[in-house]
């Protein structure tokens, strides 16, 4: 049963729009949760984090909101760019009690179009 | 500072066929990973490590083994490959305490094919 769930595999948004990317996630024990972007070939790159005591946080043009009430988090690009075109993975962690191991989403594909 | 490298880059192996993967992080990190990326399953991960010498299994850890006798170096065995373990094999590495030791950092991959 997967406990950290992206429901949209992919994503096609014009540049200079928002991207909105969602991640779903069932264990409220989750105490850090955390966004990362993978180019082909790459490994994944550390994007931006919230912990779940807040509610939101913003870096330059990416914020992530958290609703834990629902048990949901976003990422928004704005603007978005050509640039930010890769998958982005969704990632949810237990804490240093936990090896601070994380659970990841399946990853949904964003496509900036010029 | 190179952060987390991993040999190789590319395997192809035989079933029943072994090989060792071996990652490698200079940043002095406590804890150190091992994941498997398959399309539509995000990353799992297949045993990690808190510590030298310590290690523990994750989420897959069947049909693999690893072992942690340096801080730097952690090794991903395969003793008899499957073709269930085509995968592409991620290392990563973090900081145990602090508030970036959610954040780990990743190697750029070991993409495995068994046939």
């Known amino acids: 049963d997967q406990q950290v769930k992206q429901n949209s595999p992919s994503l096609s948004v014009q540049e200079g729009r928002i991207s909105i990317l969602n991640c779903d996630y069932t264990n409220s024990m989750f105490d850090y949760f955390l966004w990362y972007k993978k180019y082909p070939a790459e490994g994944p790159t550390f994007l931006i984090s919230i912990s779940s005591i807040k509610d939101k946080n913003e870096d330059g043009r990416f914020t992530v909101f958290l609703n834990k009430s629902a048990k949901h988090l976003s990422l928004h690009i704005v603007p978005s760019q050509p640039g930010d075109s890769a998958v982005y993975f969704c990632?949810?962690?237990?804490?240093?009690?936990?090896?601070?191991?994380?659970?990841f989403g399946g990853g949904t594909r964003l496509m900036v179009k010029p | 500072n190179a952060g987390v490298t991993q040999t190789p880059k590319f395997r192809v192996l035989k079933t029943g066929q072994s090989m060792t993967l071996l990652c490698a992080q200079d940043m002095n990190h406590e804890y150190m990973y091992w994941y498997r990326q398959d399309p539509g399953m995000g990353l799992r991960l297949i045993h990690y490590s808190v510590g030298e010498g310590t290690t523990a299994k994750g989420e897959v850890p069947d049909g693999y083994n690893v072992s942690r006798l340096k801080k730097q170096n952690f090794l991903l065995g395969l003793e008899s490959a499957a073709p269930s373990q085509t995968s592409v094999y991620f290392c990563?590495?973090?900081?145990?305490?602090?508030?970036?030791?959610?954040?780990?950092?990743f190697g750029p991959g070991t993409r495995l094919t068994v046939t």
């Open positions: 990563a590495s973090s900081y145990r305490v602090g508030r970036s030791s959610y954040e780990q950092y």
């Open positions: 990632a949810a962690s237990l804490g240093e009690g936990a090896g601070n191991m994380l659970t």
